[in-house]
């Protein structure tokens, strides 16, 4: 778990500087794909991470999906699902955004279009959704 943690919070450090790019005057200096497809595509892996857990969590709560935590000597599960779901995942909800929203500005300031901008929204939602749908059926699955 600390290892995962180490590399997750090394991901996040990487995505904020890489969304410094996005911002700052240097990023001008990159060609644009460089800049927009691995912004797009970390806000699309950030959704989908918040999205499985609201939709996985809840439906494990109903009863309906049997998720598997191992390796836990004792835990409350109400606590550990109210901490990431009310604190955890709205982070990663709202680096989703904000890297989306910087990404459209800079797409917008190196003379991208409209009808591209909103292209380029909609492939990341189609993205976010696919991630999010493959996510849960890889949850679901292992717990079964």
Do not use: N
Request: aromatic share 10%; proline share 3%.
């Amino acid at each position: 778990m600390r290892r995962a943690s180490l590399v997750a919070g090394l991901g996040i450090v990487l995505v904020g500087v890489g969304a410094l790019g996005l911002v700052r005057p240097w990023g001008l200096r990159l060609p644009r794909w460089l800049v927009i497809v691995p912004a797009l595509t970390g806000s699309a892996y950030a959704a989908s991470h918040a999205l499985t857990a609201y939709l996985t969590k809840p439906l494990h709560l109903l009863g309906v999906i049997q998720l598997e935590f191992d390796g836990w000597a004792r835990r409350d599960e109400a606590a550990q699902f109210a901490w990431d779901l009310l604190f955890y995942e709205p982070w990663f909800l709202g680096l989703a955004v904000l890297v989306t929203l910087a990404t459209l500005h800079h797409h917008r300031r190196t003379g991208g279009s409209a009808h591209a901008e909103r292209r380029l929204v909609a492939i990341t939602v189609a993205a976010t959704l696919l991630l999010t749908l493959f996510a849960c059926i890889v949850v679901v699955a292992r717990t079964a």
